[in-house]
């Protein structure tokens, strides 16, 4: 399910591949920036050596088998703007879960909707997944849109689902199938 080998793919902007220690200071911009982060269950890093830390986490998920999270890199420019892919896979039930964050400066512009594209195609035609799942806080409107925009149906509330930042929060709980995503691609 997840391989041996960190896959490399395109989309028409990016290079999705895995992150390295060299992109550090671009995913300090990501992960120092409160907005970005506002609906994340991190604080933000105040260090590039935090980040660092991050970059191992991710790794270490892969090489253990429990996920796989590509970077997101302009192709015109190599710059990293952000990150996405599984953080929770379920063999036995052929399932994933997904996160993902943007940078700031790059909201709005389809790069986020262009990557969730191709980790879903992935998702499913190489790691054999038959669902694929997010979770969102209900006030991340943004983030619920852009999910039900790649196909995602939205499932329900999820109530007191996560604590983070001092509190219990909501999350909305999405998903797609196999068959849906077949039926529509």
């Known amino acids: 399910m997840i391989p041996d080998v960190f896959p490399q793919f395109e989309t028409?902007?990016?290079?999705?591949?895995?992150?390295?220690?060299?992109?550090?200071?671009?995913m300090f911009e990501i992960f120092s920036d409160e907005e970005t982060l506002k609906y994340?269950?991190?604080?933000?890093?105040?260090?590039v050596e935090e980040v660092k830390g991050l970059i191992e986490?991710?790794?270490?998920?892969?090489?253990n088998k429990k996920g796989i999270r590509w970077g997101l890199y302009l192709k015109d420019s190599g710059k990293l703007?952000?990150?996405?892919?599984?953080?929770?896979?379920?063999?036995?039930?052929?399932r994933g879960e997904i996160g993902y964050e943007l940078s700031r400066e790059f909201w709005g512009n389809g790069y986020m909707k262009e990557a969730l594209e191709?980790?879903?195609?992935?998702?499913?035609?190489?790691?054999?997944?038959?669902?694929?799942?997010?979770l969102a806080e209900p006030e991340n409107e943004k983030s619920i849109g852009i999910l039900k925009r790649v196909g995602f149906k939205e499932e329900g509330i999820l109530r007191d689902y996560e604590y983070y930042?001092?509190?219990?929060?909501?999350?909305?709980?999405?998903?797609?199938?196999?068959?849906?995503?077949?039926?529509?691609?």
């Open 81 to 94: 703007i952000g990150t996405c892919g599984y953080h929770d896979v379920n063999r036995e039930a052929l």
């Open 12 to 26: 028409e902007r990016l290079i999705l591949k895995e992150v390295s220690l060299k992109s550090s200071v671009d």
């Open 165 to 185: 930042r001092g509190g219990f929060k909501n999350c909305t709980m999405l998903s797609i199938l196999k068959r849906e995503y077949e039926k529509d691609n």
């Open 57 to 63: 986490v991710l790794q270490n998920r892969f090489k």
């Open 118 to 134: 191709a980790i879903l195609n992935y998702g499913f035609n190489n790691m054999g997944l038959n669902r694929i799942q997010a």
């Open 40 to 47: 994340y269950d991190v604080e933000p890093v105040t260090e």
